[in-house]
């Protein structure tokens, strides 16, 4: 029995270190119909997985522990070689537990799509008709938070927050290297990448204060890239505003481009006042007036690119290096040297190329200007 109570007594460690580990078991128990359907995701497919893994494990002690050498009274048939019945258990049990799996990660791949706008407030209760969604702007920076309130015109920095029961609407970018946005109390982990827009749907179903975080490494401050989201009756949401708004700072692009600077454990900021347009030109690499939009490049490239189509764009075009987004060190001028024409036809006929070539829709007196690009004046 010696062995037997040294098993029981390591057994009985088990709890005691949970007990220590001090964890709090937020992801199974949620705060929001998003998480919480998660949640059930997660138990569920765990119990049918079960359904396997303890009869084989059970099996498997049980086999060992009446075929052991020392059990002279177990059977012995060394010609026994094939159980119809056994193969049918062994076979269809887990091809059961695989198609049942498979059914609800399908399903549940749809209906939880972070980028699928919600249906219900919880379980039992649909988005009434009328109400949208409050729209949060996030972007993760080094090593921080940063979140814009369009529809109200504020920003805040480790700090957010909204109102219970109603749905939220996140759009998340990067201006560094990529991360992500977690809250494990509202939803799942989603990516926030630079130069990039990732969405999450999610809504919040019990007041209170809960903790959200980096969960991607993305640097020696990541330990510190942490916010309170504080879930607030809608009269709390709106007191909680008017606080932002009367903080009297302003975000304007200089302010960005100093924010996002590297720094860690930064206290929560609140910005009464933001531009409209700084979280697209985060998002399009262009908060600096001197560097092309990302959006700009892409339509560059859509409408004739670095050919003729385009040729307008890249005479006088400053862009990154050798400056980085808010140095002091000055572009050096770019020109160009020479062009690529088609070859002249060899019937004799000229063909005169012209600069800005109509494209689609655009018109030949339209040549393609952006951020940090000037026309050149033509010379005749």
């Not at 396997?52 to 049980?62: D, G, W, Y």
């Not at 697209?280 to 859509?302: E, G, P, T, W, Y």
Request: net charge neutral; with cysteine; aromatic share 10%.
């Amino acid at each position: 029995m010696k062995p037997f109570g040294r098993l029981f007594r390591a057994l009985a460690i088990i709890p005691a270190l949970f007990a220590l580990a001090g964890c709090e078991m937020v992801v199974m128990s949620p705060s929001g119909d998003i998480a919480a359907q998660q949640r059930d995701l997660v138990v569920i497919s765990t119990v049918l997985m079960l359904l396997i893994i303890v009869p084989v494990i059970a099996l498997t002690i049980a086999f060992a522990w009446k075929y052991r050498s020392s059990n002279k009274d177990a059977d012995y048939d060394p010609d026994w070689h094939h159980s119809t019945g056994l193969e049918v258990v062994i076979w269809a049990a887990p091809l059961v537990i695989i198609i049942a799996l498979g059914a609800i990660t399908w399903v549940s791949t749809h209906l939880l799509d972070p980028y699928r706008p919600l249906a219900r407030l919880d379980a039992s209760r649909a988005i009434p008709e009328g109400v949208k969604p409050l729209r949060v702007q996030a972007v993760a920076l080094d090593w921080k938070w940063l979140f814009f309130y369009p529809d109200y015109g504020v920003a805040t920095v480790n700090e957010l927050a909204a109102p219970v029961d109603a749905p939220i609407s996140f759009q998340i970018t990067s201006s560094t290297v990529m991360n992500s946005f977690y809250v494990p109390a509202l939803a799942g982990m989603i990516y926030a990448m630079p130069a990039m827009e990732t969405k999450l749907h999610a809504v919040i179903n019990k007041a209170g204060v809960y903790d959200g975080f980096s969960a991607n490494y993305s640097g020696a401050g990541f330990s510190d890239m942490r916010f309170k989201f504080h879930g607030l009756a809608q009269a709390d949401f709106d007191k909680w505003i008017e606080s932002v708004k009367a903080s009297g700072d302003q975000l304007d692009r200089a302010g960005f481009i100093e924010l996002e600077k590297p720094s860690v454990r930064v206290a929560p900021r609140k910005y009464g006042s933001t531009p409209a347009d700084l979280y697209d030109a985060i998002l399009n690499r262009c908060v600096d007036a001197a560097k092309m939009c990302v959006k700009d490049m892409m339509r560059v490239d859509a409408q004739g690119g670095m050919g003729l189509a385009g040729l307008g764009n890249v005479f006088s075009l400053a862009y990154d290096e050798p400056r980085r987004q808010g140095g002091n060190v000055a572009p050096k001028a770019r020109y160009v040297a020479a062009i690529c024409t088609p070859e002249a036809p060899r019937d004799g006929r000229t063909v005169e190329a012209p600069i800005a070539a109509p494209l689609g829709k655009r018109a030949a007196s339209e040549p393609l200007i952006s951020a940090g690009s000037t026309r050149l004046a033509s010379s005749k």
